[in-house]
């Protein structure tokens, strides 16, 4: 009996009540064409109805594409997720207390999968502890509607632990490049592998139904064995993509080979960042590489910090990672984050974080939407929209060193840089360094708890954590402390005996300096 079917077909075996678990990394890894079969069926018959959604990373590129699709009243009861500010339709159910809502560790729900893959009884974690996903501040939830409690601390071996019991996951919607007849998919055209073997294994073990997504059809056994990433006595049902705008390898473009890994491209094809504050964020951060260490780039700010070591031609004296499974080469900025140029290696998702919450990154750099004195940060909820930590939680806690990196206001702010000053033409609306973060996604408290150290990048300013409080540690040149600085926050910091001015070359068009920096430390 033949598993393929059209994608209608495959809306129409999603039942009301369900738990529908997805793949999906921005557009890497989604079905977008059975999601959009669900979004009509739904929107002629209102079925399927009542739908409880979980997937570990964004999926979605911030338009109509991704979970968005599903973000209607009605088709989904609860959500469950790592991150979901790129889907304005879930965002917005969350937002006005239409459905329940679970904002999880990205690490933590992937890793569930396998403990739900071999009927173990649940995850124990430390991820979360502090935070905004520890069930004595908020236990993950993201509004008044969701009150049932999805993990609890318990103890174990004398150490404090968060569990999260396992629960079946009724179907699995996956997507690859290559399917068979047998429905052993492959995965030649993504850039990453995510965690579609886990979320098939875990459908499996639930009694559920496997639906996969691809772009092409191969004939049974013609499929090299090792290209094979969910075997096809996983997958009940295949649905082959019927044009491109469905199979979109990052949210920005429908398919380039260095990202799958195909082609190397030289550094220079690399575009370089116009001089703005992001280019002087990333720049000062970039002086806080090591050598030879591994390093995690976040989304926004932090990414480009790849781009300005590809500038500085030092790109291979650390290695580079990405939470989606890149190892080595350069990771790249939105709308193409999570992929790599000249990528050394591609791990499945689950590996990954594995290897980072085992401690494997040396340093990470960070997003920054709101911080305060205790040197907390919330890139989770603020300002009235929600989301998601993603893998925020895992890196930052794990990570042997965390740099966070974003400008100093929000909402408007634009510089320049004259003569190796920072010049400010307009103020940002909002401010970013707060009384109290309206979520806390990183503990300032954790971080002083085990001694890691932190550092929070802007434009005009750098701090630390010393003592448990934010510390300002050095100014931009051209900058008056009082008026560009301390008036703009709604506290006052720390300020250091010995505060240094940011070496005014990251304020030249031309830096150059970032090798004897970086060489610095190695002497050292």
Not at 148 to 173: C, D, M, Q, S
Not at 212 to 220: D, H, I, P, S, T
Request: neutral net charge; proline residues 4%.
């Amino acid at each position: 009996m033949s598993k393929i079917i059209t994608a209608d077909q495959a809306a129409a075996l999603i039942e009301d009540n369900v738990t529908l678990g997805a793949t999906g990394f921005g557009l890497a890894g989604w079905a977008e064409e059975v999601a959009q079969a669900i979004e009509k069926r739904f929107t002629a018959t209102g079925s399927p109805r009542n739908i409880t959604l979980l997937h570990a990373s964004a999926i979605g590129d911030w338009k109509e594409r991704g979970t968005t699709r599903l973000g209607k009243e009605g088709l989904i009861k609860k959500w469950i997720g790592a991150h979901i500010g790129s889907s304005a339709g879930m965002s917005k159910l969350v937002i006005d207390n239409k459905i329940e809502a679970y904002n999880l560790p990205q690490g933590s729900i992937i890793q569930l999968l396998r403990e739900i893959a071999g009927r173990r009884v649940g995850l124990f974690t430390k991820v979360g502890l502090g935070t905004f996903v520890d069930p004595r501040i908020e236990g993950g939830r993201m509004n008044a509607k969701t009150t049932v409690p999805i993990n609890r601390v318990v103890e174990a071996e004398g150490e404090e632990w968060l569990f999260y019991k396992t629960f079946p996951i009724h179907v699995a919607l996956l997507r690859g490049t290559t399917v068979d007849e047998h429905g052993n998919l492959t995965m030649e055209k993504e850039g990453p592998i995510t965690e579609a073997l886990s979320m098939a294994q875990a459908v499996k073990a639930s009694g559920g139904i496997v639906i996969v997504q691809a772009e092409y059809l191969a004939k049974a056994g013609s499929l090299h064995p090792k290209q094979v990433k969910v075997p096809g006595i996983l997958v009940d049902y295949i649905v082959i993509a019927t044009n491109q705008e469905a199979c979109w390898q990052t949210e920005g473009l429908y398919f380039n080979p260095a990202f799958a890994g195909d082609i190397k491209v030289p550094l220079n094809s690399i575009p370089v960042l116009p001089m703005d504050e992001r280019k002087i964020i990333a720049r000062r951060a970039a002086a806080e590489l090591l050598p030879n260490a591994i390093t995690n780039l976040g989304v926004g700010i932090p990414s480009d910090v790849a781009a300005i070591a590809a500038e500085e031609g030092v790109i291979n004296m650390m290695t580079m990672t990405t939470e989606i499974g890149g190892v080595g080469g350069i990771p790249a900025s939105l709308p193409h984050f999570g992929h790599s140029y000249n990528g050394e290696a591609v791990v499945d998702h689950t590996s990954q974080f594995d290897f980072y919450d085992g401690g494997g990154i040396d340093v990470a750099f960070l997003g920054l939407a709101q911080t305060d004195k205790q040197g907390n940060v919330n890139v989770s909820k603020f300002k009235g929209r929600a989301m998601g930590c993603g893998g925020f939680i895992n890196i930052s806690q794990n990570s042997k060193k965390v740099v966070y990196c974003g400008s100093f206001t929000a909402g408007g702010l634009s510089v320049t840089a004259q003569d190796g000053k920072l010049v400010i033409l307009q103020e940002g609306k909002g401010k970013k360094f707060i009384e109290h973060v309206e979520q806390v996604t990183y503990s300032g408290q954790y971080a002083a708890k085990v001694n890691q150290p932190v550092l929070y990048i802007t434009e005009r300013a750098v701090f630390t954590l010393e003592d448990g409080e934010m510390t300002l540690i050095e100014i931009a040149p051209g900058i008056d402390l009082e008026k560009d600085v301390l008036a703009l926050m709604d506290f006052k910091p720390q300020i250091s005996r010995n505060v240094k001015v940011m070496n005014p070359a990251i304020f030249q068009p031309v830096w150059g300096g970032l090798k004897e920096v970086i060489e610095a430390k190695t002497k050292g």
